[in-house]
């Protein structure tokens, strides 16, 4: 059965030091983190030794308060950001610097506060606010400066200041300016400029998976100050749902007004500056209605209205390697997760999934019950039966976090396909190893194989795409995984190590073999 006090402290070890591992070298930019990050393993280490029993979860607890829940806050917090629903971020950040005090988060939130006043109408405060948070040293400092010159409508001095007073390289590491300078860029007339400086920055927008909204929330001006209505809709309409219905509307009238359709887009405008509660959506909109006749039919160079064509006809606007890119539903995954839940109902009603004969009814994967009795089912029912409700969890989780984007990328019946091949797979090479004497024969359940094919589908694909963008760094991230499961399963004697490398081997293959052409990493 699986130790859960031997596998929270497996996560209170490693995840910390996979996390020292990727910021040593980034100076100050992750002290807090790092500080978190070694108060873990100080937690953990201590209570090893004093209490071994209890070490994972004391360890495990400090890990879930000192490091997942402010990972997940933040993540969430920038997400709001962008949907410019600032008094719900500013909320959430207020809460999480209790829990993660360093990295600048006081100032962060007292920004946020300065935003959600701006919202309220009164940029007299706002601006107030803001005043000692400006430098141009960190990151909020940078953002409060920026966000002075946005809340004042000063978009040609918002430009001047990116350019004359920032150090150099700070736009290729400071994201979440990006948004504000390519929007600038446009506002002050700056088209090629906007498309060059997009295309540009767009890997290193692609590169940061911890702030996934950045390049659909840096595509917005440039779609809309390109005039491009369809290709802004469907950019509002999936990954861009949850933003704010005023910002769509005032880059839906924004995008009208360069494309010529001129008289749409200031109605569209006047019903928002009637109807808003937005402060900043109001004032914004009175701005657009001022500056109209300046945005009007763009004058591209065959350069960039080449570039901005390309951007236009994809069909994919923020590639994520283990997410979901669209609003279409993994419709395999759900099935496949109610499959699994399904099976665990059954062992639950049959005499328990923890029962080794109930497992060996339903189909439990047995060395000497397929190479003797001919049972070659067990090969496919056993990946749909687990030990125990803490087991399924886990699989269930892994394929929810992985699954989804696996099939928007290869399209749900390559995805099912390789989900079972992985998993037949799996079986497979369990026996095969058993029948030369290099694992042991005993009773095998679970999905961890699939699971860890589609992570060798991930790797197979993106062998295939190798020279594409990011597809080198992805297949460092798939080998960190990998690690990490390899080293607990060498810890944990309950988990074969046989069944995940042999699913990940033959995911491995399939993803060479069954990559779209169409694929793009």
């Not at 295309?199 to 390049?215: D, E, F, G, H, K």
């Not at 984007?405 to 190893?433: K, N, P, Q, T, W």
Request: glycine letters at 10%.
């Amino acid at each position: 059965m699986l130790d859960l006090n031997h596998i929270l402290l497996f996560i209170a070890c490693v995840s910390p030091l996979v996390l020292l591992a990727q910021t040593w070298k980034r100076g100050g930019l992750n002290r807090g983190w790092r500080m978190a990050a070694f108060a873990v393993l100080v937690v953990a280490g201590v209570s090893w030794i004093v209490k071994p029993d209890m070490a994972g979860y004391i360890g495990g607890g400090a890990w879930l308060a000192l490091m997942l829940v402010p990972s997940l806050g933040l993540r969430k917090a920038a997400e709001l950001v962008a949907q410019q629903r600032y008094a719900s971020a500013w909320r959430l950040a207020r809460l999480l610097r209790f829990l993660h005090p360093a990295d600048g988060l006081l100032e962060q939130s007292e920004m946020l506060r300065a935003l959600e006043i701006a919202q309220r109408g009164d940029f007299t405060s706002a601006l107030a606010i803001l005043g000692p948070l400006r430098n141009s040293h960190t990151n909020v400092g940078r953002q409060a400066i920026a966000q002075s010159f946005r809340i004042r409508g000063d978009w040609a001095g918002l430009l001047g200041w990116l350019r004359g007073e920032l150090p150099p390289g700070i736009m290729q590491t400071d994201f979440a300016l990006q948004p504000l300078y390519l929007r600038a860029l446009g506002e002050t007339g700056g088209r090629d400029e906007l498309l060059l400086e997009f295309t540009t920055n767009a890997r290193s927008m692609i590169a940061a998976p911890q702030q996934v909204w950045l390049y659909d929330v840096s595509l917005l001006p440039v779609l809309a100050f390109g005039g491009r209505l369809r290709a802004l809709s469907n950019l509002l309409e999936t990954n861009l749902r949850k933003i704010s219905p005023d910002t769509k509307e005032f880059w839906i009238a924004t995008g009208e007004i360069v494309a010529g359709e001129k008289e749409a887009g200031r109605a569209r405008l006047e019903n928002l500056r009637a109807r808003t509660n937005d402060g900043l959506a109001r004032a914004e909109a009175a701005y657009r209605l001022k500056h109209a006749d300046e945005i009007v039919h763009p004058s591209l160079s065959p350069v960039t209205d080449a570039l901005l064509r390309r951007i236009e006809q994809s069909d994919r606007t923020s590639p994520r390697t283990f997410a979901s890119q669209s609003a279409r539903p993994a419709t395999v995954v759900f099935v496949l997760i109610g499959l699994n839940i399904a099976m665990f109902v059954a062992e639950s009603a049959l005499g328990g999934s923890t029962n080794p004969l109930t497992l060996h009814r339903l189909g439990a994967l047995e060395f000497l019950a397929v190479r003797f009795g001919g049972e070659y089912w067990r090969l496919l029912a056993s990946l749909f039966l687990h030990y125990g409700p803490l087991h399924l969890v886990f699989n269930l989780y892994a394929l929810f976090i992985i699954g989804p984007g696996l099939e928007d990328a290869i399209g749900s019946v390559r995805f099912g396909f390789c989900y079972l091949l992985s998993g037949l797979g799996s079986s497979a090479g369990v026996l095969l190893l058993c029948l030369i004497g290099w694992n042991r024969a005993e009773q095998l359940v679970g999905a961890s194989g699939c699971v860890m094919g589609l992570v060798g589908v991930w790797a197979g694909l993106l062998l295939r795409q190798r020279d594409a963008p990011m597809a080198g760094r992805r297949l460092k991230n798939i080998l960190v995984i990998v690690a990490i499961q390899t080293a607990f399963d060498l810890s944990t004697p309950q988990i074969s190590m046989a069944a995940h490398m042999s699913g990940l081997i033959t995911g491995v293959v399939l993803g060479l073999i069954l990559a779209p052409r169409s694929f793009r990493v």
